[in-house]
């Protein structure tokens, strides 16, 4: 219809670029997954076949997206890390959230099957997702320490919870009243002294969440490495005019449950919040 007098209600459609040269973080987050999680018979406090889907669909986007350096997810989110010269659609804001936001929830309901055998889809689950724009460095490292520091203290007391609940006998109002205005250090002695649960031993893909790291491959192990290599070499003995390649850094999706509060997880991969 382009030229015709219905034409102009295109320039309605304002541009929603994001600021150049900023670090994009992605947040998905289940709509509604109280009742999914439910509806589905959740183990509870943590349910690993849940958690594994979610990183398997957050693996899906991270191959389909390279911009994306890092993931980090628990319960029903997950957070996206894009490098700070990210140039994917034209960094148009809309376009980015509803693709990756999309992609995850077609790959989430796609593999559904493989990690629930024996409990069928009720109904199609669906994901909101937002983006976040962070200027420098030390925001991102706080941000992702907010979300590992979040997975802690959920953790933590729906454990406690669910411990005062189904082997304490307590009612579930009986057991929030028991934990309110705890500290961390109380649940811990609640967890220890009534149900002989050490909180450190819980498995830590529960207590620190998901952590999908972009991992650079060594030259010397990736085929596409050994070729770049060569390029450079070809193209210095030739001695054309041509421009050297660089070699293009080869990539491989890792997950991890390790700690990323504080600064140690981001000194050991640097390149992560490189440009
Ligand atoms: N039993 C169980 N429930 C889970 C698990 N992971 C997530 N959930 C549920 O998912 C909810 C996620 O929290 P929210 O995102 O705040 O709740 P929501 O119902 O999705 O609400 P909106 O995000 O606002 O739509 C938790 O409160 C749990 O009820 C799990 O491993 N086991
Ligand atoms: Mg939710």
Same mark, same amino acid.
């Given at each position: 219809?382009?030229? =015709?007098?219905?034409?102009?209600?295109?320039?309605?459609? !304002?541009?929603?670029?994001?600021?150049?040269?900023?670090?994009?973080?992605?947040?998905?987050?289940?709509?509604?997954?109280?009742?999914?999680? +439910?509806?589905?018979?959740?183990?509870?406090?943590?349910?690993?076949?849940?958690?594994?889907?979610? +990183?398997?669909?957050?693996? $899906?986007? #991270?191959?389909?997206?390279?911009?994306?350096?890092?993931?980090?997810?628990?319960?029903?989110?997950?957070?996206?890390? *894009?490098?700070?010269?990210?140039?994917?659609?034209?960094?148009?804001?809309?376009? !980015?959230? %509803?693709?990756?936001? =999309?992609?995850?929830?077609?790959?989430?309901? #796609?593999?559904?099957?493989?990690?629930?055998?024996?409990?069928?889809?009720?109904?199609?689950?669906?994901? +909101?997702?937002?983006? $976040?724009?962070?200027?420098?460095?030390?925001?991102?490292?706080?941000?992702?320490?907010?979300?590992?520091?979040?997975?802690?203290?959920?953790?933590?007391?729906?454990?406690?919870?669910?411990?005062?609940?189904?082997?304490?006998?307590?009612?579930?109002?009986?057991?929030?009243?028991?934990?309110?205005?705890? $500290?961390?250090?109380?649940?811990?002695?609640?967890?220890?002294?009534?149900?002989?649960?050490?909180?450190?031993?819980?498995?830590?893909? *529960?207590?620190?969440?998901?952590?999908?790291?972009?991992? $650079?491959?060594?030259? =010397?192990?990736?085929?596409?490495?050994? =070729?770049?290599?060569? +390029?450079?070499?070809?193209?210095?003995?030739?001695?054309?005019?041509?421009?050297?390649?660089?070699?293009?850094?080869?990539?491989?999706?890792?997950?991890?449950?390790?700690? !990323?509060?504080?600064? %140690?997880?981001?000194?050991?991969?640097?390149?992560?919040?490189? %440009?």
């Amino acid at each position: 219809m382009a030229g =015709s007098k219905f034409a102009y209600v295109k320039s309605f459609e !304002i541009p929603d670029l994001l600021l150049p040269k900023t670090f994009i973080v992605a947040r998905l987050d289940g709509h509604g997954f109280h009742r999914f999680s +439910d509806e589905h018979g959740f183990v509870k406090p943590n349910d690993e076949r849940a958690l594994r889907l979610m +990183d398997h669909a957050a693996t $899906v986007v #991270m191959q389909e997206f390279s911009d994306i350096m890092l993931g980090f997810g628990e319960s029903d989110e997950f957070s996206f890390l *894009f490098r700070k010269s990210c140039t994917l659609y034209n960094r148009r804001s809309t376009k !980015i959230i %509803s693709t990756l936001t =999309s992609l995850f929830t077609s790959a989430y309901v #796609m593999n559904w099957s493989r990690y629930f055998e024996d409990m069928p889809l009720k109904y199609p689950p669906s994901f +909101d997702g937002r983006i $976040v724009l962070y200027p420098s460095s030390t925001e991102v490292m706080d941000y992702f320490s907010w979300r590992q520091t979040d997975t802690h203290i959920n953790n933590l007391y729906n454990t406690t919870f669910w411990a005062l609940v189904q082997q304490g006998e307590k009612t579930p109002t009986q057991a929030h009243e028991t934990l309110r205005g705890t $500290v961390s250090s109380q649940k811990n002695e609640i967890l220890f002294n009534n149900f002989e649960i050490n909180y450190n031993e819980i498995d830590s893909r *529960f207590r620190k969440g998901s952590v999908l790291v972009r991992e $650079v491959v060594p030259p =010397s192990l990736s085929a596409e490495g050994k =070729s770049s290599e060569a +390029d450079i070499a070809g193209s210095v003995s030739a001695k054309t005019l041509k421009p050297s390649k660089k070699p293009k850094p080869v990539y491989k999706i890792t997950v991890c449950h390790c700690d !990323i509060i504080g600064k %140690s997880f981001w000194e050991e991969h640097p390149y992560l919040l490189e %440009s």
